[in-house]
């Protein structure tokens, strides 16, 4: 689905992302972890198309994606969501989400400025997908409510919902846990695991170690710019020089 093949990114002297390779298989769940600063935002940013690598190569269902804006991207079957969630204001659940199906949208601006019958017809069904959506990541109740006004979890499964209204084979997913409780977080666990249930692909930057280790079938550790490890679980648990880099722990520490 998703290969990255020695990919650097460097900003003046800083190298953000150095030399890193890994695949992503169809209908996996792949979690790319590490400290603060490790570039995992970078490389987020560098496969969604908001940045161009300094080298390397990435390509997306085998088609070279180096120097594809992020529209262009999105158009070939990836979405995502940020780490700070970005919602419109003033405007619904329903209507945050039916945003997210411009992509497959026909209608352009003069056809909804006239309000042509081809125009409305294509809105219903957005509508309809779009509520479908929210009833799948069950906050349908929710649907006629002022997307900022929600919780916080319910906030990040409207995001969500809105990254599935593009159809994405591909759900790039940027700290989906991040300031959310407990018990959110066993909700947006949940949730993932639907999506992949759904044959979509998911790649997620995450700090809970906890959410990690529970849904990923792979993961990548990230250490300043580097890839470190890449492993089940259960083995990256257990690798020494992630205790070392990761958790700033010694061996013997943590033993």
């Known amino acids: 689905m998703l290969e990255l093949k020695k990919v650097h990114k460097n900003f003046g002297g800083l190298h953000a992302v150095n030399d890193v390779s890994?695949?992503?298989?169809?209908?996996?769940?792949?979690?790319?972890?590490?400290?603060?600063?490790?570039?995992k935002t970078t490389l987020f940013n560098l496969i969604a198309g908001g940045l161009e690598p300094s080298s390397g190569t990435i390509t997306f269902k085998g088609r070279d994606i180096q120097g594809f804006k992020p529209h262009r991207v999105a158009g070939l079957g990836m979405a995502r969501t940020f780490q700070n969630i970005k919602l419109f204001h003033s405007m619904t659940a329903l209507e945050n989400v039916?945003?997210?199906?411009h992509i497959r949208s026909r209608s352009g601006f003069l056809s909804g400025m006239f309000n042509l019958p081809w125009t409305?017809?294509?809105?219903?069904?957005?509508r309809t997908k779009s509520m479908q959506l929210l009833e799948l990541l069950e906050i349908d109740q929710y649907a006629n409510v002022d997307a900022t006004s929600l919780a916080?979890?319910?906030?990040?499964?409207?995001?969500?919902?809105?990254?599935?209204?593009?159809?994405?084979?591909?759900l790039l997913l940027?700290?989906?846990?991040?300031?959310?409780?407990?018990?959110?977080?066993?909700?947006?666990?949940?949730?993932?695991?639907?999506?992949?249930?759904?044959?979509?692909?998911?790649?997620l930057v995450e700090h809970d170690m906890s959410l990690v280790m529970d849904i990923s079938d792979e993961i990548v550790v990230l250490s300043f710019g580097e890839k470190i490890a890449e492993d089940v679980p259960e083995a990256i648990q257990n690798n020494?020089?992630?205790?070392?880099?990761?958790l700033g722990e010694d061996e013997e520490a943590a033993a």
């Open 174 to 203: 940027d700290e989906p846990a991040a300031g959310l409780n407990i018990y959110e977080t066993a909700e947006v666990a949940r949730l993932i695991g639907r999506i992949r249930d759904m044959g979509i692909t998911v790649l």
């Open 152 to 170: 916080f979890g319910q906030q990040r499964a409207v995001e969500m919902a809105r990254a599935l209204a593009m159809e994405p084979e591909l």
């Open 120 to 126: 409305w017809k294509e809105e219903k069904k957005i």
């Open 240 to 246: 020494p020089d992630v205790i070392k880099i990761y």
């Open 22 to 39: 890994f695949k992503v298989e169809p209908g996996t769940i792949k979690a790319v972890i590490g400290p603060n600063g490790a570039g």
């Open 98 to 101: 039916m945003l997210g199906r």
